[in-house]
C-alpha cells in the first residue's frame, strides 16, 4: 500500500503505551519528544491527583486527546449498577477538567452468561450517562473490544453494535473510538467505519501479536465457561437442523485424562448444557 | 434457562476431545459410553488407514457426523492454491469413503496483511470444490472462527460472512457448521442462525475458557503485526475524522523499556505504518 503519512501533529502518547510512567513523567516525555497530545488514564491521574495533572500537561503545552476509561455498565444488582454510573460521572468530570473533549467507555462485560441483558445494561448506562456529559461539553465514545475480551472487558465488540448505541443520541455527544486491535478482524469494518462519520471521536493506533499460549487449546467442556450452549442449540434447531451434535474440545488438560472419563463427563455435560 | 436436553441419539464424540485416542480407540470408547455418532479428523484417518478406519467405524455400528477438515485456502502462490485444492478434493473422497455426508472446512489465514484478497481466494476455494463436492455427494460445511484465531486458522470470522459465501450455492450443497466457541460472541449471532436455516450441517459443542496469559497485553508496536493500520486511518479519515492518533499498547516488554526509547520507535513507526 501506498499512501501517506499522517501529520506528526496529530500523534498522541496513549500514557499506557509508557504505563512505568507518571503523568509528569509521561508529559515531560512528549515535550522531548515533540509528541502534541496526551492521552491520559483515571489511575494515572489520580496519582497525581486531578487538578495537578491538568496543571502539568496544559503547562508543557500539550492537548489531551482523551480520557481512559469510564464504561462498565452492566452489573447483578440496580445498586451495584447506580455505583457505577456515580464513577462514570466523576469520570465526566474529571475529562471537563482535564481539558478533554473525549471519555473513552469501555463497557464491560456480562455479569453471567447473559448477553443480551448486559448489552441493555451498557445502552441504559449510555442513556443514564450521556445527558450529564452533554452538560459540561464532554463526548462519550464507545470502544468496541476485541471479542476475545469480552469475557474480561466489553460485550460491545463490534462498530456495529456500538454505533447502533451511539446512532440514539446526537452525532456530536455519543460516538466511537476506532481502535485497530479491536477492530481489524471485522468483515463489515470499512462499511461501518463510513457509517460512523460524524461519530469518530478517536483512533487508536497498535498492532495484534498472535495470542500465547496457542488459543487452539483453550476450549473448555460445556458448562466450564460462560457459552449459552442451550439457547444456542436451540435456535440451530429452530432453523431445522436436526442432526448430530458433537463435542469437539481442544484442552491438553483433557487429552491428558482417561478417555472413558471424558466420555462419561461428556455425556453428563451433554445433558445439563447442550 | 429452563429447557430440555437434546436426546443422547444425537451426541456425537469429536474425535479431538479424545486427543490421544486411535481411530479404533475412539471407536471403541463412543461404542463402551454408548455414543452413536463420532467426527473423524483426516490426520487420525490418515494414521489408521482410510479405508481400515471407515471398516472400523461400520462395524462398530458408528455413524460419522463430520470429516474435519478441509480448507486452508488463501496462499500467496497460484500454484500452492492450486495444491491446496488438490488436497481438498482428496478431503472430499476421504469423507465420501468414510459414509459421512459433511467435510467441515476451516478456511485459513491470510498469508499477508490483505484480509479483502485472503477472502476472496477463500470463495474461489469454496467455489472451485463445490461441484466436485457435489458429485460424491459430500456437503462443504464452512465453520466460522473466532477472530482471535484469525491469523492461525480462518479469515472467515462470523456466521454472516460464512453464510454469504454459502448463499452463492445450493443450500444442500454448502452451509455452516455452528461451533458455540467461535460464534457465542456474535451480537448478531440468533439472527444469523436463523438465516443459515437449511444450511446447518454441523453443530459444535464446548465452553469458552479466559485465554492466558491476558490477552490484554498481548498489543505490538505498529507494524510488527499484520493489521492494515494505515488503511483502517485512511478510511476513519474519509469518514470526517482529523483528530489527534493515539498510540495505545500494553504490552509487558515495551513497558520494562526506556520510556523515550519508546516514544522514538513510535514516532518512527507512526510514519510508516499508521
Known amino acids: 500500500m501506498v499512501s501517506d503519512s499522517p501529520e506528526l501533529s496529530r500523534l498522541s502518547l496513549n500514557q499506557k503505551t509508557t504505563n512505568g510512567w507518571s503523568v509528569r ?12 497530545w496526551i492521552g491520559l488514564w483515571r489511575d494515572k491521574v489520580s496519582e497525581t491527583g486531578l487538578s495537578e495533572s491538568a496543571r502539568i500537561v496544559r503547562d508543557a503545552g500539550l492537548r489531551v486527546s482523551s480520557l ?21 460521572r466523576r469520570a465526566v468530570e474529571e475529562a471537563a477538567n482535564l481539558g478533554t473533549a473525549v471519555l473513552v467507555l469501555v463497557c464491560g462485560p456480562a455479569p453471567d452468561r447473559d448477553l443480551e441483558s448486559a448489552r441493555s445494561m451498557v445502552e441504559e448506562g449510555v442513556g443514564a450517562l450521556a445527558p450529564h456529559a452533554a452538560e459540561v461539553g464532554v463526548k462519550l465514545a464507545i470502544e468496541p473490544f476485541h471479542p476475545v475480551l469480552m469475557q474480561e472487558r466489553s460485550v460491545i465488540v463490534s462498530l456495529a453494535q456500538a454505533l ?20 481489524f478482524w471485522d468483515p463489515d469494518l470499512y462499511r461501518q467505519i463510513a457509517r460512523a462519520s460524524g461519530r469518530i471521536f478517536g483512533f487508536h493506533a497498535n498492532d495484534w501479536l498472535p ?47 482417561p478417555g472413558d472419563e471424558v466420555l462419561d463427563r461428556m455425556k453428563e455435560r451433554y445433558l445439563q448444557h447442550v
Open 211 to 257: 495470542p500465547k499460549p496457542d488459543l487452539l487449546l483453550s476450549r473448555a467442556m460445556m458448562g466450564d465457561g460462560p457459552i449459552e450452549i442451550r439457547r444456542i442449540r436451540e435456535a440451530v434447531d429452530a432453523a431445522g437442523y436436526a442432526g448430530p451434535l458433537e463435542v469437539e474440545i481442544f484442552n491438553q488438560a483433557v487429552w491428558d485424562s
Open 25 to 36: 513523567e509521561a508529559t515531560e516525555g512528549c515535550v522531548r519528544a515533540g509528541i502534541p
Open 164 to 183: 447502533d448505541i451511539a446512532a440514539q443520541f446526537e452525532s456530536d455527544r455519543v460516538g466511537v473510538v476506532v481502535d485497530v486491535y479491536h477492530v
Open 68 to 88: 481512559c476509561r469510564g464504561g462498565m455498565f452492566p452489573a447483578t444488582t440496580a445498586a451495584e449498577r447506580r455505583a457505577r454510573l456515580d464513577d462514570n
